[in-house]
């Protein structure tokens, strides 16, 4: 999946409009005489003056997300609004919550980031001492965020119930939407940022500019700032894989593309066996994890925003536990949770839905080496397979392509960003689709974080639609 345009991927746009905008951590050393500006440049360029406007900062993440400025433009409307303009919650509520939520995932880059924007819009400081500080009606929120963040699957409509209809401290149907969004944005962009490995700005607290690779960290935002060779960006240190071998992985995967097309066209499947199919792909999914796998404590500094820090991410069907399958058939977000959204919170529903398309489909036809593909097989693939590992199923998909085009390492890499993004590292990014660009897989993370995003969308909007009938 071949997904950026020949600018991008020259590494060299962050450089330029860093340059542009004075920032010393990538420009230094560049002349104007060296800029590549044409018209996708400039869409970028104007990308990245917006953001340092509205921000007052131009970010890593923002640097990573260029490599797809359709994209970014979207996500930079979306994450303004929900922010900035006019909305049922206060701005420092909205910034408290983007810290209450990323902190689930001890993302410290999202939660420093809304310490200060929570400070600046005049929150009270006494709040960032923990979680026990802040009003009461915050600290009502931390189950919901607790069980969005980690098992969406368990949210019913008494979770709704309790918050609604609290004796004191109660949330209008309005403030709730609003921060359901913000809570289901920010854990999916701390997913977003363990997946890429972003690290923090070189004026920040942890923030670096040049330094040697490591196993254990890497930041694809140092990739699009110039500080990695040639051979780092396409040699995988880490697994000493030859160039020949991953590109017969490239090979073997458009073969196998090829051939579940002619199938499609020869035959169809029954639903008795597609839905058979998605049951082993769902108990499959539960086996998937990682060698590196292991306990995450978080730092005081972060835990201290949220509440039961030994909850997390547990599979669906664990231990004889049985979770009726969510069929989107009978709610889904075209036809539910958008509408819902966009009556209790005017306009947001147009904006996510705006921006879920984008990043289902956003290709320039291209994959690896090759040109002139049609990658909408492997997005839905990818996409249906983070809708399955929730318990989400579409009937009209036959689940048997997961396993033929999603090998064991990408499901690792896939379930760890998306289930548990804290524990994401340099070997399992690397160790996927090794023959493919950095701006392919920054577009894996993208439907990665916009799947999660609307699967726990999902399960929330259905318990207060439950709630409101």
Same mark, same amino acid.
């Given at each position: 999946m071949r997904l950026a345009t020949a600018a991008s991927e020259a590494y060299t746009?962050?450089?330029?409009?860093?340059?542009?905008?004075?920032?010393?951590?990538c420009g230094a050393g560049?002349?104007?005489?060296?800029?590549?500006?044409?018209?996708?440049?400039?869409?970028?360029?104007?990308?990245?003056?917006?953001?340092?406007?509205?921000?007052?900062?131009?970010?890593?993440?923002t640097l990573v997300m260029v490599f797809h400025p359709q994209y970014l433009e979207s996500f930079l409307k979306t994450q303004h609004y929900l922010l900035q303009m006019d909305g049922p919650l206060p701005l420092h509520y909205r910034h408290y919550i983007g810290i209450m939520a990323a902190?689930?995932?001890q993302c410290s880059y999202l939660v420093n980031l809304h310490v200060n924007d929570f400070l600046h819009v005049g929150g009270d400081p006494k709040w960032l001492n923990g979680l026990e500080n802040a009003p009461q009606k915050l600290q009502n929120l931390g189950e919901l965020n607790k069980v969005l963040a980690h098992r969406p699957w368990l949210i019913t409509k008494e979770h709704i119930e309790g918050l609604l209809k609290a004796e004191e401290h109660s949330w209008s149907l309005a403030e709730l939407v609003?921060?359901?969004?913000?809570?289901?944005?920010?854990?999916?962009?701390?997913?977003?940022?363990?997946?890429?490995?972003?690290?923090?700005?070189?004026h920040c607290d942890g923030g670096h500019t040049f330094r040697p690779p490591s196993v254990s960290n890497y930041c694809i935002c140092d990739i699009t700032n110039g500080n990695h060779s040639v051979d780092e960006m396409h040699v995988n240190s880490a697994e000493n894989v030859s160039v020949s071998d991953s590109f017969f992985e490239v090979e073997a995967l458009m073969e196998k593309m090829r051939q579940l097309?002619?199938?499609?066209?020869?035959?169809?499947?029954?639903?008795?066996?597609?839905?058979?199919?998605?049951?082993?792909?769902?108990?499959?999914?539960?086996?998937?994890?990682?060698?590196? +796998?292991?306990?995450?404590?978080?730092?005081?500094?972060?835990?201290?925003?949220?509440?039961?820090?030994?909850?997390?991410?547990?599979?669906?069907?664990?231990?004889?536990?049985?979770?009726?399958?969510?069929?989107?058939?009978?709610?889904?977000?075209?036809?539910?949770?958008?509408?819902?959204?966009?009556?209790?919170?005017? +306009?947001?529903?147009?904006?996510i839905d705006e921006k879920f398309h984008i990043a289902y489909n956003l290709t320039y036809n291209t994959m690896a080496m090759h040109k002139d593909v049609d990658t909408s097989m492997l997005r839905r693939a990818i996409w249906n397979y983070i809708h399955c590992m929730f318990g989400i199923r579409y009937d009209d998909y036959d689940y048997g392509e997961i396993n033929q085009l999603l090998d064991r390492s990408f499901k690792v890499y896939i379930k760890t960003v998306v289930c548990t993004p804290e524990k994401v590292t340099k070997r399992m990014y690397d160790s996927f689709w090794r023959q493919f660009k950095h701006s392919e897989k920054v577009h894996v993370n993208l439907l990665l974080i916009e799947a999660r995003m609307q699967a726990?969308?999902?399960?929330?909007?259905?318990?207060?639609?439950?709630?409101m009938t």
């Open positions: 746009t962050p450089l330029a409009v860093s340059e542009l905008l004075g920032c010393k951590q560049r002349d104007q005489d060296e800029l590549q500006v044409g018209s996708e440049d400039a869409q970028m360029h104007a990308l990245f003056a917006d953001s340092f406007a509205a921000l007052g900062r131009l970010d890593n993440i902190a689930r995932h609003h921060a359901v969004v913000l809570l289901t944005h920010y854990h999916s962009l701390a997913s977003f940022t363990f997946g890429c490995g972003i690290s923090p700005e070189i097309q002619e199938c499609r066209d020869e035959e169809e499947a029954s639903q008795e066996e597609m839905a058979s199919r998605f049951e082993i792909e769902k108990r499959e999914s539960m086996f998937v994890f990682s060698s590196d +796998d292991e306990e995450v404590t978080p730092a005081r500094d972060i835990s201290r925003h949220f509440e039961d820090t030994s909850y997390g991410y547990k599979d669906f069907s664990r231990h004889g536990m049985h979770v009726p399958t969510f069929r989107v058939q009978d709610y889904c977000w075209e036809d539910h949770g958008y509408s819902l959204v966009n009556r209790l919170y005017p +306009d947001v529903g147009q904006l726990e969308l999902l399960y929330a909007l259905r318990a207060i639609t439950r709630y």
